[in-house]
């Protein structure tokens, strides 16, 4: 069936390093994915975007790769700093319209 | 306004008890949704209410009871409810069902049950 996963459980970086967090889909057909941010005890926060017709997306230090060829979407943050340490989630439109959401991946930086 | 509300914030229950919980969104969004989420898990879908009507019920138990009274209201009634529906419940909303959109979140409410 459909499923959207993360390669890693846990990731812990350097306050100050760049972070790199993956995602694997299986659904060639999905056509926009989602990464959100959750910081504990509140809900998800939208992060940024990516639709199919994209290979790459940028915002405000974090940039989306998209890789259609393999199924891969991965986030990038630049300067990880202690206010990014949170659960994040990809998370992919399916053809019922519904967004599917991998596991997670939990980030913690260092000072 | 971008923001998604949900009270309570924190509610405790007995299994005999019946409770709802409140969402409310003024974005003008025609799609609404029921996420339960466990600790340490992603959201799973439960209900999805397009033009107030409910689309989607994901085989949810009928314990929980949505009702969407207009555009910017949701509410979730329990009754009945069993220790292991003890969760974060998150409301969310979007442009509209058909998307794909945005689906913004609210802060949840934090359920146990007894």
């Known amino acids: 069936g459909e499923s959207v996963g993360l390669h890693l459980p846990t990731l812990s970086v350097q306050e100050g390093d760049n972070s790199i967090i993956n995602c694997a889909y299986s659904?060639?057909?999905?056509?926009?994915f989602i990464w959100y941010k959750q910081e504990s005890g509140k809900g998800p926060q939208f992060i940024i975007d990516?639709?199919?017709?994209?290979d790459k997306r940028q915002g405000q230090r974090v940039t989306v790769l998209l890789n259609k060829t393999v199924k891969h979407l991965s986030l990038q943050i630049a300067a990880t700093q202690p206010g990014d340490s949170a659960v994040y989630f990809c998370?992919?439109?399916?053809?019922?319209?519904?967004?599917?959401f991998g596991q997670g991946t939990e980030l913690s930086v260092k000072p | 306004d971008t923001e998604v509300t949900q009270t309570p914030k924190h509610l405790v229950m007995g299994m005999t008890n019946k409770k709802s919980l409140k969402c409310e969104q003024h974005?003008?969004?025609?799609?609404m949704y029921w996420y339960k989420q466990k600790a340490k898990k992603p959201p799973e879908l439960m209900f999805v209410?397009?033009?107030?009507?409910?689309?989607i019920n994901e085989s949810v138990p009928s314990r929980f009871s949505p009702e969407c009274p207009n555009s910017s209201l949701l509410n979730l009634h329990l009754h009945a409810l069993q220790p292991e529906d003890s969760a974060l419940y998150l409301c969310?909303?979007?442009?509209?069902?058909?998307?794909?959109?945005?689906?913004?979140f609210g802060p949840g409410t934090r359920l146990t049950v007894l």
């Open positions: 659904n060639s057909a999905s056509d926009y």
């Open positions: 974005m003008g969004h025609r799609a």
């Open positions: 209410y397009s033009y107030e009507k409910l689309s």
């Open positions: 998370a992919e439109y399916n053809q019922g319209g519904k967004l599917i």
């Open positions: 990516i639709r199919s017709n994209m």
């Open positions: 969310a909303s979007s442009q509209t069902p058909r998307g794909p959109y945005e689906q913004f």
